[in-house]
């Protein structure tokens, strides 16, 4: 099967081309300004006049089927993939969960199989760790053979995820021999807990409060140590959604030390703020954690994005139906499920709020939604890049067309979106996976069961820009 795009521009981290672009199969075959001309014979032509070619948005963190607060987020591997997909994005690589007491395969071994003949398109693995124990420390070296080379742990959520600082470092200790990577979610969750208490005690029951509670200083705490307890084992480090300006500040300090540190942000802090909150119960629908901050924190994290202290954009994806899973948290805000939805609307947002507002080039684009991801968390050249070998994830972006966000029309499956009645300007119109069509001006033409499970290599530790 020869694919063959023509007319397009071709947009890359380090640079852009009007090239065409020829297919074999799974992969990238030829590159050329005149593939078109050559008499060139193909199975299938796709006239890319006007629009971008940008390698599949990657989501590097994503929770689909998550189970949390007595409920689970609601996408499966399938729906979720198939809406990442309409937004262009061709690879997630999701959270598995190691539950407490049990193994790590125990919990790889569930996510396999939620995923596996589910997803409409290619998906990797971090985990978990729930427990630090000698068990899971041997597990892990097992994971990073497997391709699942990151471990997530927590400074939050006490008595579900959390784990104190020995936990931490000893889990740190063991990626300095295995070479696997330490993701933390870093707010200070001892501390959280009891301003949370506190609030609820004064009446302050709305989800307003969520965001009140978790002070942006604990966000910063959090990242300042957990980025100290890496430099003292030796290892990079990196910082999954970065919300405030005191943990970007933690960040910075840190590389401009020279130390191995890397974050994320994500779209609802680039666009949302703590004022989505404010109405109610209404602002269940913009819990998660860490909050929503002031508006004021969102131009600094512009600044992070530009200056390459914060190298990419994930968003987190952890959708709950506003009516019976949010509402769990009627009268108690801690009841409410922690996450928003966003796998669809992530390129768009950062083309619209990035490039056509100004802030980012479209390479800088491009290198925060694919190409960086790909690189620290090894996929790369794989993915993240549309280059001769690559996997023919290409994405056919209009960068003119303007779409309204809305629970109407998106494919997620929950019942709001954070972005309701936003205009947005850039869409995709034709995405593949491994060089087969996967969604075209607006339908789904892939299959259940097409994503791979996608083996993952250790991080690059280059500094991205
Ligand atoms: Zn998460």
Known sequence: MRTLITNGIIVGAAGSTAADVLIEDETIAAIGSDLGASGLSADQSIDAAGRYLIPGGID???????????????????????????????????????????????????????????????????????????????????????????????????????????????????????????????????AIDVVAADEVA??????????????????????????????????????????????????????????????????????????????????????CSPPLRTADHQDELWRGLVKDDLQLVSTDHCPFDFHGQKELGKGDFRK????????????DLLHDGGVVAGRISRERWVEIISTAPAKLFGMYPQKGAIAVGSDADIVVYDPNAKRTISAKTHHMDVDYSCYEGRTVQGRSDIVLSRGTVIVRDGDFTGRRGYGRFIKRAAAEYVRLA
């Open 60 to 190: 590097v963190h994503t929770h689909m089927e998550l189970p949390f607060g007595g409920t689970f987020a609601k996408d499966t591997f399938e729906t979720g993939t198939r809406a990442a997909a309409f937004g262009g994005t061709t690879t997630v690589v999701d959270f598995a969960v190691q539950s407490r007491g049990k193994s790590l395969r125990e919990g790889l071994d569930a996510w396999h199989a939620k995923a596996e003949g589910n997803a409409v398109a290619d998906y990797g693995f971090h985990m978990i760790m729930s427990d630090v124990n000698d068990d899971t420390l041997a597990e892990m070296d097992q994971l990073v053979a497997e391709g699942i080379p990151d471990f997530k742990l927590f400074t939050a959520y006490p008595g579900v995820f959390y784990s104190d600082d020995g936990a931490i470092f000893r889990a740190m200790q063991r990626t300095a021999k295995n070479g696997g990577l330490i993701m933390t979610h870093a707010e200070n969750g001892m």
């Open 202 to 287: 004064a009446g302050h029951t709305d989800p307003y409060y969520h965001g009140v509670a978790r002070y942006p200083i604990f966000e910063g705490e959090a990242t300042n140590r957990v980025i100290r307890l890496a430099e003292a084992a030796g290892i990079p480090v990196y910082i999954v959604h970065l919300s405030a300006r005191d943990a970007l500040e933690a960040v910075r300090a840190a590389r401009d030390r020279g130390s191995m540190t890397f974050a994320e942000t994500c779209p609802q802090y680039l666009f949302l703020s703590l004022d989505d909150m404010a109405n109610g119960f209404e602002g269940a629908k913009f819990v």
């Open 336 to 347: 409410i499920p922690n996450g928003l939805p966003g796998v669809e609307d992530r390129v």
